[in-house]
């Protein structure tokens, strides 16, 4: 009986996890990062922010908000913190506060 009510337990723990709206992917930072800034005039050209960027990590603050930094890839910049909401299936990009 106790194996039975903890296999249930376990059971609905492991459902529990998978609810909600999981982090953003790389790509998905960089596409709502590049309509955040249409102009280009934060992070240059798509390409190369790109290819000189990546996601450090993330961190809930909603049921569906996060926020993120970005750094990178060589490691000898700092990082930026943005905040990401899902709105209308897709990730929407703001500045965040702190890094």
Not at 1 to 11: D, K, P, Q
Not at 52 to 76: I, N, Q, V
Not at 84 to 89: E, P, Q, S
Request: proline share 3%; aromatic share 12%; net charge negative.
């Amino acid at each position: 009986m106790n194996y039975v009510f903890s296999a249930c337990i376990l059971g609905l723990a492991i459902n529990l996890a998978g609810c909600g709206t999981s982090e953003p992917s790389e790509n998905e930072m960089f596409d709502a990062l590049l309509e955040f800034d249409q102009n280009h005039m934060f992070f240059g050209k798509p390409e190369k922010f790109k290819e000189e960027s990546k996601k450090l990590g993330c961190e809930k603050t909603g049921e569906k908000s996060f926020k993120c930094l970005l750094g990178s890839r060589d490691g000898k910049g700092g990082s930026l913190p943005f905040s990401f909401m899902k709105a209308d299936g897709k990730w929407v990009a703001s500045m965040a506060s702190g890094g």
